[in-house]
């Protein structure tokens, strides 16, 4: 079956470094991935869509890239700040043009 | 600003009573859909609307149903919660399948206990 595959453990990142999240995709090859944001107690937020012929996609502090042969996307937050602690979620649309989530990566940005 | 509104935020409801989870969106979506996420889990698609037409996904309990009288609202309706049903239920639109170039809207959920 489709599997997406974040790191359920937390992610301890000092302030000012970068913040690197991985999400691996099997038994698919998507055409896109998503990347959201999701705080406690709170509806997910988009962020990015970067599609399977671009290699990397940046919106201001955000990069992600697609490695279509790893079947990895690699979520990265510059210059990290405490306001950056949430969960970060990624998704892909299946053959049914469904999306499906992972479980998502829990980020905290140590001051 | 256009955006998608779930009431209530937080609902308590008895074992076997029946409960309503309402969503509405401004944004004049074609899509609406509801998942459940539960406490460090994916959210869960349980159901979306495209326009009138309603598809449930295969593994969804008949406990679940969905109603969307118009564009603008959707509910969830949980017809006998059991402990099992203790959950956050979120509400997502999209302007149309298989477009997720802006990815899915979602409300900020409604967070429910069932006692």
């Known amino acids: 079956s489709q599997k997406i595959e974040q790191n359920s453990e937390a992610l301890n990142i000092q302030e000012g470094k970068t913040a690197t999240l991985t999400c691996n995709y099997t038994?698919?090859?998507?055409?896109?991935l998503q990347w959201y944001r999701q705080d406690p107690g709170r509806g997910p937020v988009f962020l990015l869509l970067?599609?399977?012929?671009?290699k990397e996609k940046r919106k201001e502090r955000l990069k992600v890239t697609f490695d279509t042969t790893l079947k990895q996307s690699l979520f990265h937050i510059t210059a990290s700040q405490p306001a950056d602690s949430a969960t970060y979620l990624c998704?892909?649309?299946?053959?049914?043009?469904?999306?499906?989530f992972g479980k998502g990566t829990r980020l905290h940005i140590l001051p | 600003d256009a955006m998608v509104i779930q009431n209530p935020r937080y609902q308590v409801t008895q074992f076997g009573k029946p409960v309503t989870l309402s969503c509405s969106q401004t944004l004049n979506h074609n899509v609406m859909y509801w998942y459940q996420q539960k406490s460090s889990q994916a959210p869960k698609l349980l159901f979306h609307y495209y326009d009138k037409d309603f598809n449930n996904e295969a593994d969804t309990p008949d406990n679940f149903q969905s109603r969307r009288p118009n564009t603008s609202f959707c509910f969830l309706d949980i017809r006998s919660p059991g402990l099992g049903d203790a959950a956050m239920y979120l509400c997502a639109t999209s302007r149309d399948i298989g477009t997720g170039n802006n990815g899915y809207t979602f409300g900020s959920g409604t967070r429910l206990t069932v006692v």
């Open positions: 970067i599609r399977e012929n671009e």
């Open positions: 998704a892909f649309m299946n053959r049914d043009d469904k999306i499906i």
């Open positions: 038994n698919y090859s998507p055409a896109y």
